[in-house]
């Protein structure tokens, strides 16, 4: 998985601008060391010192450009893939460009080379519903789905998501019922045979009348947590959290403190998603507003939406800013209902000139902005809405 996916990112950044070899490089054992597995593959002598080879490789490397892989199929010393760290070293101080990239996969961590890649953990590069058409079918968009709960549900952890992959891919589609059984079932058999399970019991304060432990036991706990898969950095977040199935198999258990129920349920949102979900409801919201303007009743507006106008226009909102460049700032009478909530926009209007399908999408916008669970359901409303406010005038 890891080398075709290097494979595909390497030849998508070169585009095609000049000659690029992808040569995958085994090593250690019989392969003899990196040094020497180079020099073979340029059909150069093995037994050279790395010294001779510099320009010997260099001259090879005239007229194409290469990305060497290397794997260990039997462990090499570190001293052997330091050596080839430092040749690369020369070459890219070296005043003569040469076209010489390499990837050291050291499933060790024995390498002391940057950048280091970690490739253990990773998160999907597609998404959902940003990219869908409103002619889309919900099955064509089942699979990226089930790809993003899949992913979620890992966090981030490619071993997990694989084993978790093989229960989801036989779900017939769009049937999220099942999947959300397969997601409990899978986690709940990991969480029970994992060999970090006490360490996170000591975590959420499981068995033990202190509900948090002291700092210095907190950190050697999150030290080996991470180790473990157990803990992971969300996306856009650097604090620690709990990897999603693992907080699914917690939420089951009965001597869970009631205090860690609230965190440990907001960690099975999966937030790719309801970012998505929330960033279409926007979209519709803005829609409504100008399909509704003129249609409110002033009467009904009410005086924290008025007082909210006017905090914009004296300067004094923090969160509501428009730059002084900005063509059509909302500071006008007509103006006013931009800071009026959805919900009291649509109570304004008259009956009957407000679609049930808006009032649907504002509780879609809260449901999702208020931290509640984001499942295939949503997905399906999302898109129904998409095909509604794409066709309708």
């Known amino acids: ?28 054992g019989q392969a003899g060391t990196p040094t020497q597995a180079l020099l073979r593959e340029f059909e150069l002598d093995p037994t050279i010192s790395p010294f001779e080879a510099r320009e010997k490789i260099r001259t090879c490397l005239l007229d194409r450009s290469f990305l060497l892989i290397f794997i260990e ?43 280091i890649c970690d490739f253990v953990n990773g998160r999907p590069t597609h998404h959902v519903l940003s990219e869908v058409s409103s002619t889309m ?21 490619l071993s997990y998501a694989i084993s ?30 994992h060999t970090g399970r006490h360490l996170l019991c000591d975590l959420v304060g499981i068995g033990s009348e202190s509900m948090r432990p002291e700092q210095a036991h907190l950190r050697t706990l999150h030290a080996e947590l991470l180790t473990a898969n157990l803990l992971w950095r969300p996306p856009s977040m650097n604090s620690l959290h709990i990897v999603p199935w ?20 907001h960690h099975l949102v999966c937030a790719p998603l309801a970012g998505e979900v ?23 507006i009410s005086d924290q939406t008025r007082t909210n106008q006017q905090r914009f226009i004296s300067g004094s909102d923090d969160f509501v800013f428009y730059p ?20 009291e ?46 066709t309708s005038n």
């Open 345 to 390: 926009n649509l109570k304004s209007c008259p009956t009957g000139a407000v679609p049930d399908l808006y009032w649907h999408t504002l509780r879609l916008r809260n449901a999702t902005a208020h931290g509640h669970y984001v499942g295939w359901r949503h997905v399906r409303m999302a898109l129904r809405m998409l095909r509604y406010f794409d």
């Open 137 to 157: 079918d919900e099955g064509s968009i089942w699979p990226a789905y089930l790809h993003h709960r899949a992913a979620w549900e890992a966090g981030g952890c």
């Open 324 to 343: 002084s460049a900005f063509p059509a700032s909302p500071s006008s009478e007509d103006d006013v209902w931009a800071f009026a909530s959805l919900g």
């Open 164 to 193: 978790l992959g093989s229960e989801l891919e036989r779900i017939t589609s769009c049937d999220d019922e099942v999947v959300e059984l397969a997601l409990q079932t899978h986690a709940n058999k990991r969480l029970a045979s």
């Open 246 to 265: 693992a907080a699914r198999a917690l939420l089951v258990l009965p001597d869970l403190p009631r205090k860690q129920v609230w965190a440990l349920r």
């Open 278 to 300: 929330l960033s279409l409801c926007l979209q519709f919201e803005s829609q409504i507003q100008t399909r509704l303007h003129g249609r409110q009743n002033r009467g009904n």
């Open 1 to 28: 998985m890891v080398i075709p996916s290097i494979c595909r990112a390497v030849h998508g950044s070169n585009g095609g601008e000049s000659r690029l070899d992808i040569r995958r490089l085994e090593v250690g």
């Open 73 to 115: 199929a039997a462990p090499v010393d570190p001293n052997a893939w330091e050596e080839i760290v430092n040749l690369l070293e020369y070459y890219r101080k070296s005043a003569t460009p040469v076209c010489l990239s390499a990837v050291l996969v050291d499933g060790r961590g024995i390498i002391r080379s940057d950048p």
